[in-house]
């Protein structure tokens, strides 16, 4: 038998849709969620009296929290100096890599905006993830593939004698950014450059390959469950 | 938040782990007051609250190569401000200024009684918001003041989503409990 305290206990849980309502006062549930809370609420005065006071509580706690006034310039003056003091970094790849998607993000964000019907939509694409974002907005024109036909010289390599061969490169709608670094360390490979159509120009390594490499690489990269597509480049 | 500012924010971490200092100084400018209040009421103390600004901005700064961007940005800055809370109230703890000798602090003005007498409900409210534990404060916050989800604040305390439900609805009981010993009667619970 459940002990008295556990029963009482148990009884005052919240009810699922209770429970939600906070969420709701705060704009912060999903779609259906409000859905549910809005219709719960029509339907259950004690409900909407619950939520009246939840919506006191709700003003009151951004009253007080604004009340708190915000920090002295000491805090800031403190974490330059101690960033200043800190070493020197140096710029790996992959974080070259996170920054020029973030940048190529930023450039077409106002076309984002402008094409979704809705900002919502956009902020959902958003949370899905930034590289998603990028190209199922540049995937929206037709695409034309460069050149599929690779190099003729026995070894494949970059325009400079001594570079890692290329290719062009899209990646999957549902691709991460942490997902494509930890892609392009594992294959020490950098962005060159991004394109239209969601392509990325690529290059592997720094030395040349032999035919048979870059076939093998070239096979691995279309097997890669980020990369929706892969071809040859100069 | 909206999710274009979200956006940004990543491209902002993404600058800031190739060590650029401006977009440091466009992080700290854009979230530092939130993190300083969401620390202020954890701590409870603006000097302690302050170098916790310091000590998260500059985790970020050091840690901003490792963000894999699956939260947002600011969830990720308030859960390192708790973090870093917690690790400072337990140091005041060993120096003997506990969570309740702040509590005996902050409650020399007016108690919930008084601000009653004054007919202010809300003064009354915000009065018993400052009465509540810090585990309840927390969530409160979070939930009303940082707009966080259900998901994100689970992400932030470390605890699973149903737990985060139930624990606001005790803390808002709470709140009710201390409201009503006040004099005040909202209708619920």
């Known amino acids: 038998m459940m002990p008295t305290n556990n029963k009482k206990l148990l009884e005052q849980e919240p009810g699922e849709i209770e429970a939600l309502l906070p969420w709701h006062a705060a704009g912060t549930l999903s779609a259906r969620d409000t859905r549910r809370v809005e219709e719960a609420l029509a339907r259950d005065q ?15 706690t951004i009253a007080l929290n604004e009340s708190l006034g915000a920090p002295s310039s000491r805090a800031m003056t ?22 020029a998607i973030a940048e190529f993000f930023s450039k077409l964000s106002p076309r984002a905006l402008a094409i979704s019907a809705a900002v919502g939509a956009v902020a959902l694409l958003l949370q899905a993830g930034v590289i998603g974002a990028i190209l199922a907005k540049q995937q929206a024109g037709s695409f034309q593939t460069a050149s599929l036909s690779g190099p003729r010289d026995t ?28 892609f392009l360390d594992a294959n020490q490979a950098s962005i060159i450059e991004s394109m239209t159509g969601g392509m990325f ?27 929706e597509l892969a071809a040859p480049a100069q | 938040l909206s999710g274009t500012q979200a956006a940004s924010d ?35 103390n603006e000097q302690v609250a302050e170098d916790l600004i310091s000590e998260v901005f500059l985790d970020v700064w050091r840690q901003a190569g490792k963000f894999e961007g699956r939260s947002a940005v600011s969830t990720w800055l308030l859960a390192i401000t ?16 506990d969570d309740d000798a702040a509590n005996a602090i902050e409650d020399m003005s007016d108690d919930p009684e008084v601000a009653v007498q004054k007919k202010d409900t809300s003064e009354a409210l915000r009065k ?9 404060r927390e969530i409160v916050d979070l939930v009303y003041y940082h707009e966080k989800s259900v998901e994100e604040v689970a992400e932030i305390v470390g605890i699973p989503g149903n737990t985060v ?15 009503k010993a006040a004099g005040v009667e909202r209708g619920w619970p």
């Open chain 2, 165 to 179: 439900k139930t624990r606001l609805f005790y803390a808002r009981k709470k709140l009710a409990d201390l409201l």
């Open chain 1, 201 to 227: 120009r690529i290059q592997f390594g720094d030395k040349p390959m032999s035919r048979q490499e870059f076939a093998g690489l070239m096979t691995r990269l279309q097997s890669e469950k980020i990369i």
């Open chain 1, 46 to 60: 004690s409900l909407a009296v619950q939520y009246a006071a939840i919506r006191e509580e709700y003003a009151e």
């Open chain 2, 128 to 136: 018993c918001l400052t009465q509540l534990s810090s585990e309840h």
């Open chain 2, 10 to 44: 990543d491209i902002l971490i993404a600058r800031i782990a190739q060590g650029d200092r401006l977009a440091m100084q466009v992080l700290y400018g854009r979230h530092h007051v939130r993190v300083f209040r969401f620390g202020l009421r954890l701590v409870r």
């Open chain 2, 82 to 97: 708790r973090f870093k809370a917690l690790s400072a109230l337990r140091r005041r703890k060993d120096a003997e200024l």
């Open chain 1, 78 to 99: 403190k974490l330059f100096a101690a960033i200043d003091a800190e070493p020197a970094r140096k710029p790996s790849m992959s974080l070259g890599l996170s920054t």
């Open chain 1, 155 to 182: 070894a494949v390599r970059g325009p400079g004698q001594e570079t890692g061969p290329r290719a062009l490169v899209r990646f999957a709608k549902d691709a991460r950014i942490s997902d494509i670094t930890a």
